[in-house]
């Protein structure tokens, strides 16, 4: 509440600053005039016919370790661990997972509207004639991609959100 109540004045705005547990963006216009939210896309926001007016803060995740700790092979590989987890989280901001089945003479067509990190996963199903296909997208193309896949031949077609994607 102090960066809040800190920013609030030097902007010249008097008000009554309290913490909010739960959903905030709901509680306008009835609870509260306006609320200071976290957000990372502002789409729960404009899903409550909210708009951000201004920023207050703009933050980055860091990892950081006193040099004697780092000085310390057991802790080192702890914190490199960690590193690795938190890196992986981040590159699967936007990112999702496709999965679908096809035909294997309709397996070049389908790849080929599919991208893919590197390669798509490609796993033999059992019926010889048809194979699972699965690969990482990014989440603005997604609503593209799946028409053109259902239309050169995939089908069972599943988008899942990622937690991690580590290369």
């Given amino acids: 509440m102090g960066l809040t109540t800190r920013y609030l004045a ?3 705005v008097t008000a009554k600053v309290e913490f909010s547990w739960g959903a905030t963006e709901v ?6 005039d306006a609320i200071v939210e976290v957000t990372e896309t502002g789409s729960s926001l404009r899903a ?6 201004d920023t207050v803060l703009e933050s980055s995740t860091q990892l ?4 004697r700790a780092w000085a310390d092979p057991w802790k080192r590989g702890k914190l490199e661990d960690i590193f690795m ?4 989280a981040i590159n699967a901001l936007g ?3 496709i ?3 096809t035909r294997c003479d309709q397996l070049e067509a389908v790849t080929s509207v599919l991208p893919a990190m590197r390669n798509p996963t ?18 603005s193309t997604v609503r593209e991609i799946i028409p053109r896949l259902k239309a050169a031949g995939a089908c069972d077609i599943v988008e899942y959100p990622l937690n991690k994607v580590i290369p």
């Fill in 10 to 12: 030097e902007h010249g």
């Fill in 48 to 53: 409550n016919k909210l708009r951000i007016i």
């Fill in 95 to 97: 990112k999702v997972g």
């Fill in 85 to 88: 987890l938190l890196q992986g």
């Fill in 64 to 67: 950081i370790a006193n040099r």
């Fill in 27 to 32: 509680k306008p216009p009835v609870l509260a």
């Fill in 122 to 139: 490609i796993s033999q199903l059992s019926d010889p004639d048809w194979v699972a296909v699965s690969s990482i997208v990014e989440e």
């Fill in 99 to 101: 999965m679908l089945n």
